[in-house]
Structure formats: C-alpha cells, structure tokens
C-alpha cells in the first residue's frame, strides 16, 4: 500500500532536485535576455524552448498562462505552487517584487543564481563530509547483529538457551530497539540542512 506513495514522493524529490539544477542555468539565460532587452514573457519563451524538461516544460505552461491573460505575478505564483522548489520561491518572490518596484531584473537574476551555485558547492561539500559519519553509524548498528549471528552459528549451544528464555527474548529486543534509536540519532547528527 505505501509503495506507490513513496515511490511518488522518490519521483517529486528527484524532479525538483532535476529543476533546481537547470534552473541556475535558466536564471543566467533570464539575466542575458534582460540586458538584451527581452520582456519576461519573451525570456521565460525562449527558456522554455531551449531547455529540457522538467524547467523547460513548467516555463512552456507559465507561458501559456501568461498567454491566457493571467496576471504575470499570478502566473509565477502558480509556476512556484506547481513545483514546490525552495530556490524557485526565493526567484518568484524576487522577481514579482522587482517587478512592482521597478528593480534591475538582470542583475538580480544574476544574484540568485550565484547565491544558488555557492549553496550547491556548500551542499556537496557537507555530503562529503558527512558520509564518513553515516558510514560509521551504519557499521556501529551492525556490529551487534554480526556478533550475535557468529556466536549463534559458533557456539549455538551457549546461543540457544538464551534465546529460548523470556529474559533472553527481552534482552533481544531492548538491543534492537537501543539500536534503532541509535541510528535515528546518528542520521539527526551527520544530516545537515543548508
């Protein structure tokens, strides 16, 4: 039953880690077809022309809602709602508020995308560093199950009275439950939000 759900939230997750990626491109192209003198309508067109899916596709419908006569600021809006980015919310917020205050669209399109880049560089930089530490969690959590598995195949007569008493059944389970609360500490420890 939970399978289609996680298979779909595994899906979104990657479309929008696929977005956030072209969009730093798509956000250089903005600013270069700004200073070339290129309405927004017209730049996020040809954004949506040149670029693959999954960017590519969400500008051809902000495109065409513009086209529909939505309001430009609603349009973004909806394109943010639809694909539920964080760096795509920070853009849409910026750019509706350039927009009402008359602010130089290209140089703040230019901003973002830097600021998105250093955010990727910082990202990879504390996954790296952060492996070494869910590597050993995992290794410290299956310790135990190794150790118990090689004396009950070694020595099972000293395994098998222990595991045929109550005291023994408890013990099992206090140790499986000690170390999945273990591994959820360990995972709070080394995940680190940018």
Known sequence: FLFP???IRYLKKKRIAKFDRQLVDALTQMSAAFKAGLTLPQAADNIAKEIQPPLGQEFSLLVK???LGIPIDEALSNLSARVGSED????VTSTNISRQLGGNMAEMHDIISATIRERFRLEGRIK?????GKLQGWVVALMPLALGLFLNYWRPDLMQPMLAATFGKVLVAVIVLMELLGMIIIRKIVNIDV
């Open 128 to 132: 790296a560093l952060t492996a070494q």
């Open 88 to 91: 795509l919310d920070l853009v």
């Open 65 to 67: 809602e513009i086209k």
């Open 5 to 7: 759900f996680l298979g």
